[in-house]
């Protein structure tokens, strides 16, 4: 495509190249590549422990070893169920090296959710936290499970009951030699990764990520952000479950031969004393993260200024949080913008301290060997000019292959090569992206994604639930909270607080519902399809004082 065709040339960063050479190997190579040239580095700080690059070598080693003589193989699934510990790096890199799939679970999920992913995933084994496992165990009979590996949140050794199929972490790594599995992997066609995504419709969905997408969007994010080899140092907070903390706390540190200070979950109070005891560089999180950290009211007596960039993914940054903590760290905090079937960076704002070329308020410029495009919303066939507003789509080799097992949905968002995002955006005339609207339905609560259907799905199962709809209320604090609205049957009987604990004991606590009313009738299209549109206008309304 012509340069007056990609305006973001004109802005692109001079430090950055417009195209990247990529390798042509598996995801894990970019750990055995880091760890024969530097295996003395630290490669992980996780409290008062410290693993290099050479023992996280040694370590996944042995584990992929240890998975193959479960018989878990070449294309077969695997499920990381933990928090960010050590144990998560190396069943990620073991998994790969092994030939296997890995399909992460956020630790916050309950039964439902995790018999759902385990069974459509068909994955063979399952990596938990001990305390995780009761959650395993009562759904592992409807699910192709046929072994699970168990570790503990301070060290690798767990209790496993002594059953033959579930398994000591520890033990798996001590009975298995450190010789480095050889199994071949095709990168552009082997799955590295199934991440599960409601994608822009709402059902769960696993998006299919090759070794090859997931290596050239972490090559082209650690370029983007102008990092050094061996100079860095990440703070981990971002959960690795999730596929923004995968590729950019994860495999671009390791990529990098940085230091990645480990956090399980995030609290301002701590993270701030991490930034300033390990000095770190480099820190990708959530509008909420910097906003807690700005909220702090000790956030004056830490020392930040080791800080070099921060990126801001997931949600909407406000501009107030933005401008607040840059002022404060002395460090760039950039918007950026991705979804899970892109690996998942598509764009971001240049990594400027000077901030003449970021704009707030926009996601920024297409990355390297990205390019991106305005589709009108009716046909999401025509490119739209400079101005106009309609459907972002997005094209480069981190797109996925994609949903597994699932053409009608893939259909639908891979069309000419090009990602349809299902978010709705415009392009200014220097190439700077804007979202302008959410993907459909879509509620954001504390930055997590919740999908309306998913809980309705749960109410529908409640015997006095006739028709429900759930949508986001704007919410100062959270931004949007779910609010369920509930027609009952005939003569059925149900309070507010019983069918919202009904459904709350069943789903996450983020997906959990904030709000319950009741209604004789819900608005309805010619088809009888009930249009949360308007149920959440009304909530729109009422919260600006209109209603």
């Not at 520890?170 to 199994?183: D, F, G, H, R, Y």
């Not at 609010?483 to 997906?511: G, W």
């Not at 519902?513 to 299209?525: D, G, V, Y």
């Amino acid at each position: 495509m012509p340069v007056e065709n990609k305006p973001w040339f004109h802005n692109w960063p001079a430090e950055v190249p417009k195209t990247l050479q990529y390798p042509n190997v598996p995801l894990h190579e970019i750990l055995k590549k880091t760890a024969r040239e530097y295996p003395e580095k630290t490669a992980i700080i996780f409290g008062e422990r410290e693993i290099s690059y050479a023992e996280l070598e040694m370590l996944s080693d042995r584990f992929a070893i240890g998975l193959i003589s479960l018989g878990v193989g070449k294309g077969d699934g695997a499920a990381v169920f933990l928090p960010n510990i050590p144990q998560f790096i190396i069943a990620y890199y073991g998994i790969l090296k092994a030939g296997a799939v890995v399909t992460t679970i956020s630790p916050l999920h309950r039964e439902r959710e995790v018999e759902y992913q385990l069974a459509d995933s068909e994955a063979k084994t399952i990596i938990a936290l001990d305390s995780l496992y009761p959650i395993v165990e009562t759904v592992w009979r409807k699910t192709p499970l046929t072994s699970a590996v168990l570790t503990s949140l301070e060290a690798f050794a767990s209790e496993t009951g002594k059953k033959h199929n579930v398994h000591s972490f520890q033990q798996l790594l001590e009975k298995s030699a450190p010789n480095p599995p050889n199994v071949k992997i095709n990168p552009g066609e082997d799955l590295a990764a199934l991440q599960y995504t409601g994608g822009t419709t709402g059902t769960a969905k696993g998006a299919m990520l090759t070794h090859t997408n997931l290596v050239t969007n972490t090559l082209a994010f650690a370029a983007w952000i102008r990092s050094t080899v061996t100079t860095e140092t990440f703070l981990t907070a971002l959960p690795l479950f999730h596929i923004y903390g995968m590729t950019t706390s994860l495999n671009v540190p390791v990529s990098l031969a940085a230091k990645m200070v480990l956090l399980p979950r995030f609290e301002a109070a701590s993270a701030l004393a991490t930034i300033q005891k390990h000095k770190v560089t480099v820190f990708c999180g959530v509008p909420t993260m910097y906003a807690a950290l700005l909220a702090n009211p000790d956030l004056g007596k830490f020392d930040l200024a080791s800080i070099r960039v921060c990126i801001s993914g997931a949600s909407p940054l406000p501009p107030q949080v933005q401008k607040k903590f840059m002022e404060i760290t002395g460090g760039l905090l950039a918007e950026g913008y991705g979804l899970t079937e892109a690996s998942p960076v598509t764009h971001c704002n240049p990594v400027d301290k000077t901030m003449k070329t970021v704009r707030v308020g926009s996601i920024g410029l297409p990355l390297p060997d990205t390019d991106a495009c305005i589709f009108d919303s009716e046909t999401g066939m025509k490119p739209l000019k400079p101005g106009e507003t309609g459907e972002l789509a997005v094209k480069g080799p981190q797109v996925m292959k994609g949903y597994w097992k699932n053409p009608e949905e893939t259909a639908l968002v891979l069309r000419g090569g090009w990602l349809l995002t299902g978010d709705i955006a415009k392009m200014d005339h220097d190439g700077y992206f804007y979202i302008t609207d959410r993907k459909k339905d879509l509620i954001k609560y504390k930055d997590y994604s919740v999908y309306p259907r998913e809980i309705e799905d749960v109410l529908y199962e409640h015997p006095a639930v006739r028709i429900c709809a759930v949508v986001g209320k704007p919410d100062p604090e959270t931004g949007e909270a779910p609010k369920a609205f509930i027609v009952l049957k005939e003569s059925a009987k149900a309070t507010e607080k019983e069918v919202m604990q009904f459904v709350n004991e069943k789903v996450a606590p983020y997906k959990a519902i904030r709000e319950l009313e009741f209604r004789k009738e819900l608005p309805t299209s010619s088809a009888g399809k009930v249009l949360r549109r308007l149920l959440q206008e009304e909530e729109e309304y009422k919260s600006k004082g209109l209603g």
